[in-house]
């Protein structure tokens, strides 16, 4: 048990939270200015697609060199703000449902870089493999230095700038502040496509940093993970990143125990296995999940929601 | 003429998805007509693609009911996915356990573990928005993941057989069979998997309608979904209507379990289905929540996929990733209705409150 929390778990929790953090921190503005955001799941995938695909171009027709996975990362962060503009005129040009279209969104970017790899390397779904020196080339330290800066801007963004008190009145009373002068629409769009570019980074992060190339649905639920962190962190900075951190935790712990950690004699019995089992890896895959649905009841501590989450501003005439 | 309004704008979505589909199609190097003509006509070719296509569209039928009811009630019920995978274990699970029994006691039993297991699911999210508030969205999705994870424990450590290095169970019964069209329709070749549930959604369909117009239960349902303070003060419970909603919602989909294990697998195969529960709610949404049009837009997408394993199988460079690629454009579509409808959109069913 105690040679399980090393430093190496230290960097894989840092490592597998990276687009975790980066999804939760943008999703976190747009569910501020009052938009939800299931569809960050979708967001990733265009992102971790158009990277490496463009990495792998970069790299291999345009020998582009170290430039390639910058390019990448660049390309990704578009893809993904691409994807939000789409779900922002959507739900806000024609006031559609925000859970139904996030959901299209998640459909349509589960079918559409499985579609075009399919078509453009000749894969079943999935992008070439990018050399080994055309990865991100930032060691988990650096990354995980970035990312505390991060969340300290969106904190310093959200509540000691002009822009972030505008963002949270428009998700509290957008009526209230459409009174005052401020453009409901226009902060939603911002708070909308802030997100895409953050979720299209964490994306490019897993197909050019964690692994390298992108394969069929290679997000598999981080999107998911990363609203949940969101939701548990109680859509605020800090907590949202301390969030992602446990739920990195959990994976990092999930990966690494395979073998490591035995099942307590009581719940071998419970789950009717011999004693001296491992623990079954599927009990830890459901922490995360387990902690929002608890957290949302209301049972450790209280969890409001922006108060006009969800819902269309109409402005009166 | 009203009739005529609610076909209009399905039509238009799903031509809209076909026309960007046909445009993608083109800029990855194939002919979007000779891609379209293979997809239809291997949908509609008789007995194969007809069998397929319907076999393909009886899970949509059962989780585009399950979306249409709790849309009723003014709830989105996204768990689906999780529901009619603790249901389709659950069937399993009895087929398994109780083989000993005869098929007159094991088959309604299967069937019953299928429903309840599958409406326990889906009363989850149900009682914890009706108790807490919390919204059903957010808990639907964790419970996906939380559903798929403990069957998927249940079959690798208790269910599987030893050695076996596909995540499937042990084989039911043989009593806990249901048959094949094939059996029953002389002609119609048996290899086909289409079964019985495809009449069992039929017959959901026409449930569904009679509970939710024709009951007094279905009214109060329907009018807590368009207007709950009203619904309130005409002495209608919200909490008890949204228990209601989600139970029956989890039912409908846990059916699916019904098709898939007891008619085509008669095992629990882990990872089974292809977002059946996610593609019900572009059948409901597209079937403009009624029943009769989830029955329309679940044939289509049944002749989606199964035309789409031809289209991958015989173009050059298109996959059967299209079919997603159209599915998820239809949604787009019917969700911003407005973009066809102009400004006068009424979006009363769809109104939500929080997250």
New interface residues.
Partial sequence: MRDLFTIALIWSTVRLATPLILAALGGLFS?RSGI?N?ALEGKMLAGAFTAAAVTYAADSKLHLGAASPWIGLLAGMSAGILIAA?YAI?CIR????Q???G??????????P???S???F?S??STPQIPRDRLIPFTPFVIALLLGLLTAICWYVLYRTPFGLRLRSVGENPEAADAAGVSVSRIRYSGVLIAGALAGIGGAYLSIGQSSLFTRNMTS?RG?IA??AL?FGKWRPVQTLLACLLFGFTEAVSIQMQGAIKLPAFFATL???TPGDDI?I??I??VP??L??IV???FIGSSR?P?A????YQKEK | MKLLRELLFPLIAVIAAFIIGGI?ILI??DDPIVAYKLLLGSALSWPDGIGYTLFYATPLIFTGLAVLVAFRCGL?N?GAEGQLYVAAFATAWVGITFAHMSGWVLLPLCFVAAIIAGGAWGAIPGV?KA??G??E???T???N??AV??V??FT???YKTPGDPIMETTEISGGAHIARIGRILPGFPERIPLNLAFILALVCCVLVYLFLWRTKWGYELRATGSNPTAAEYGGISIRKQIIIAMTISGSLAGMVGINEVLGYRYRYYDGFSA?YG??G??VA?LGRNHPVGVLLSAILFGMLIRGGIFVDAFTN???K?????L??????FV?????FRGPF?R?GL??????
């Fill in positions: 569910e939800i299931i789409i959507v024609y006031k559609a449902d859970v139904v279209s959901t299209a969104i998640n459909i349509l970017m589960f079918g559409l499985a579609f075009l399919g078509a453009l000749l079943s779904g639920g998911f609203l949940a939701i789950l009717r296995q079954p599927q009990f895959q459901m999940y387990l929002t649905i949302l009841a209301g929601p108060r989450l969800g819902i269309p | 993608l990855i190097g989105l996204i914890l108790r807490f919390s919204h969205v957010i808990n999705i964790m419970l993941f939380i994870a403990l998927s424990y690798q450590y208790h977002s996610f593609t709610i572009a949404l460079n298109v996959t990733d299209l079919v997603d690629v599915q998820g454009i239809v949604i787009l969700a911003a209705e407005a973009l959109s979006f769809l109104k939500r409150s929080k997250v």
